[in-house]
């Protein structure tokens, strides 16, 4: 398995509060990634990252930001959280080729509760 | 808008007996495509992967896909399903045609009755 872990793995928050989530790396992958899981969407990017200090937005990057600081750390912020942000997130890594043609591996996902 | 069709949100299918799962991507002309699969509260894992050459694939655990580019599928089959596979599944698509990311289905949730 590839070397991530993604902090916290279950966390409940309330509306209005800011909310960190942690991806970290052992691989030395230039590409990283945050999804977010709902029913009946799959999985839908929010940011990606293709280096340090390097980051552009997916298609759901709306109330999100990210910050990569060290190649093997991605943070995804969500300033003021909202119910509609409750969601599994998952943070993949790939790093070979680009990012719309190379193999990507997930992390074991991050359940947010916004209340 | 580019996208990938999993037209089936549910399957059941007999532990022992063949699989087929379907996936359909919207265009491209040179795809790259994937399946994953994701056990209960775990992350995605691969099980196969097509670039290019043969179109038949083989995976882990004992999965193949087949492109076809003339129908624009890419179709999961597992000859004898195990209680264990009982998982969801996702097919996604990369490719020059889709920028700067690979575009996932919604998944295709898979329950083996023994």
Redesign the interface.
Known sequence: DAG?TQSPRHKVTETGTPVTLRCHQTENHRYM?WYRQDP??????IH?SYGVKDT?K??VSDGYSVSRSKTEDFLLTLESATSSQTSVY?C?ISGRG????????????TRLTVL | AQSVTQPDIHITVSEGASLELRCNYSYGATPYLFWYVQSPGQGLQLLLKYFSGDTLVQGIKGFEAEFKRSQSSFNLRKPSVHWSDAAEYFCAVGGAEYGNKLVFGAGTILRVKS
């Open positions: 991530i990634y009946g969407h799959g999985l839908r990017l990606y552009d997916g298609e998952f993949a680009q990012p719309n043609t190379d193999t990507q591996y997930f992390g074991p996902g």
